[in-house]
């Protein structure tokens, strides 16, 4: 599971990233620097990231948990739901 969501995080910050740097080729009207370009376009998606991983983090960290209860729940026999049956003497 936590594979799974760093490799999504990577993935979403390089999204994020090659979004801005369109962005930004886009709306200029002089040439950029391209190492600036970059260098910036990778801290303002850090940026973005933090605050998506801020309002989803919750959600994730409850999703999990819920997972590894029923994971858990769903392996532990429970002695109530046996049905006993009698034999007719």
Not at 60 to 81: E, G, H, M, Q
């Amino acid at each position: 599971v936590m594979n799974s969501l760093v490799e999504g995080s990577v993935n979403a910050l390089l999204t994020l990233r090659v979004g801005i740097v369109a962005q930004r080729y886009l709306s200029s009207t002089v040439d950029l620097d391209k190492k600036t370009l970059r260098k910036g376009a990778f801290l303002e998606a850090t940026g973005h990231l933090g605050s998506i991983i801020g309002k989803n983090g919750v959600l994730i960290a409850k999703t999990i948990t819920t997972a590894a209860k029923r994971a858990t729940i769903d392996k532990i026999p429970n002695p109530f739901s046996r049905k006993v049956e009698f034999e007719d003497v």
